[in-house]
């Protein structure tokens, strides 16, 4: 099942806004990660923040997490027409044995950014 | 970076036919490998963990007979959809875990399609 919820479920906006998904998750958690996906293509990785982090920057991406409310925001700066793609969380959880380290998706933000 | 491929990146069978699909980390040893399946404009759901040497630790409700997983070496993961039917159609990813920290790197995929 998937664990993380995330909203919106589309966003639309101009080249050089600001850009914010949101994600929430409902069990603990070791890290959560974001990623990219361009139309039928495979995932980038974005950004991990674990579960003892707050804050994280990369270039123009910041991320935030709230553990106490099970939710992580990614922020994305100026944004350009080449971030348009679909974001994804995706939550690690301190599984042991053989599913040490495997992730839940959350249901993605479609980012479309106009020029 | 850490690089992942899969092949073929695109396949079309007939129904009842057998496809494989391959998982390799090119410049690293992944001792995890995960196999995702993401319908249209959804998210990516786990299928099964791929330990080295071990069996594979499949998600509820995921065939084992149908979907056969081998992770024979530390670079490739092979799945093989069995007996294919239209309802298999999807897009297939991969991942390969390093065991050093706690990012996934993700193959660009393959697209399954079964007449």
């Known amino acids: 099942s998937q664990q993380g919820e995330e909203d919106p479920q589309a966003l639309s906006i101009q080249e050089g806004e600001n850009a914010t998904m949101n994600c929430s998750y409902k069990t603990s958690i070791n890290n959560l990660q974001w990623y990219r996906q361009n139309s039928g293509r495979g995932l980038v990785h974005l950004i991990l923040i674990r579960s003892n982090e707050r804050e994280k920057h990369s270039g123009r991406l910041r991320v935030t997490l709230d553990t106490s409310k099970k939710s992580s925001s990614l922020l994305i700066t100026a944004s350009r027409a080449a971030d348009t793609a679909s974001y994804f969380c995706a939550t690690g959880v301190n599984a042991g044995g053989t599913s040490y380290g495997k992730l839940t998706f959350g249901q993605g933000t479609i980012l479309t950014v106009h020029p | 970076g850490a690089v992942v491929s899969q092949h073929p990146s695109r396949v079309i069978c007939k129904s009842g036919t057998s496809v494989k699909i391959e998982c390799r980390s090119l410049?690293?040893?992944?001792?995890?490998m995960f196999w995702y399946r993401q319908f249209p404009k959804q998210s990516l759901m786990l299928m099964a963990t791929s330990n080295e040497g071990s069996k594979a630790t499949y998600e509820q409700g995921v065939e084992k007979d149908k979907f056969l997983i081998n992770h024979a070496s530390l670079t490739l993961s092979t799945l093989t959809v069995t007996s294919a039917h239209p309802e298999d159609s999807s897009f297939y990813i991969c991942?390969?875990?390093?065991?050093?920290?706690?990012?996934?790197?993700f193959g660009p995929g393959t697209r399954l399609t079964v007449t």
């Open positions: 410049d690293f040893q992944a001792t995890t």
């Open positions: 991942s390969a875990r390093r065991q050093r920290n706690y990012e996934q790197y």
